[in-house]
């Protein structure tokens, strides 16, 4: 993998687990807008309008799992945050 394709790369998890953290937080929001549909394809629709995110980041959000919203595993998902971002400002 090159430098570029590197840097992409960690790029694209970094906004993966910022939109985790973004669930974490306003997980009454983004659970009372998955009760409220009738499909995948309308709870895909209704977390890419609350969260202002595309298809992918929005699918990454109704496959988490209900165990990834707790303290600690917050806790470690900016953990990877702050480390990536450390990685990232290293490559650029």
Do not use: W, Y
Not at 6 to 17: A, D, G, H, P, V
Not at 22 to 42: C, G, L, P
Not at 45 to 74: C, H, I, P, Y
Not at 78 to 91: C, M, T, V, Y
């Amino acid at each position: 993998m090159t430098p570029e394709e590197e840097l992409q790369n960690q790029r694209e998890t970094l906004m993966i687990l910022e939109v985790i953290i973004q669930a974490i937080d306003r997980h009454e929001e983004v659970f009372q807008a998955i009760e409220n549909t009738e499909s995948h394809v309308e709870a895909l629709a209704a977390l890419k309008e609350l969260l202002g995110v595309g298809d992918m980041r929005a699918r990454v959000v109704l496959d988490m799992q209900v165990r990834r919203f707790t303290v600690s595993e917050r806790r470690n998902v900016e953990e990877q945050i702050s480390l990536l971002k450390q990685e990232i400002g290293a490559l650029d």
